[in-house]
């Protein structure tokens, strides 16, 4: 009678959220970033003090503020927007520096069909 509902991953029409409104995608992202900067920087300041292990686990620490400060950044901006919005922002922002080409369309104003005469609707 009431049988379980199964929720198929492979039937989803976009990624699920994990972890603070943040698909998987966005935290590799956010976890990429981190990485790249907060190791050489904890390693600089560990070097200065003369201690490895300090840099080595300041990075870490910098690295999960930074996923958990990101993610909710993330959840911010995409609350209440259609799927896909930040990341369009992103490539019409490029576009306007002039620094990445895309197919969206930024024209505002009235379109129109190329007609030059109303269509007939009789024979």
């Not at 699920?16 to 966005?26: C, N, W």
Request: charged share 15%; glycine share 12%.
């Amino acid at each position: 009678m009431d049988q379980p509902t199964e929720l198929l991953a492979d039937r989803l029409n976009q990624e699920p959220v994990i972890f603070r409104g943040s698909t998987q995608s966005e935290l590799g992202l956010i976890l990429l970033l981190a990485t790249l900067f907060w190791l050489p920087t904890g390693l600089v300041v560990a070097a200065c003090f003369g201690v490895v292990a300090m840099g080595l686990g300041l990075a870490m620490l910098g690295v999960l503020l930074t996923i958990v400060v990101g993610s909710t950044l993330f959840q911010r901006i995409k609350r209440g927007r259609p799927d896909h919005y930040y990341q369009h922002r992103l490539i019409i922002w490029l576009q306007h520096r002039g620094l990445r080409s895309s197919q969206l369309i930024v024209r505002g104003g009235r379109w129109d069909l190329g007609r030059t005469q109303p269509p007939r609707l009789g024979h």
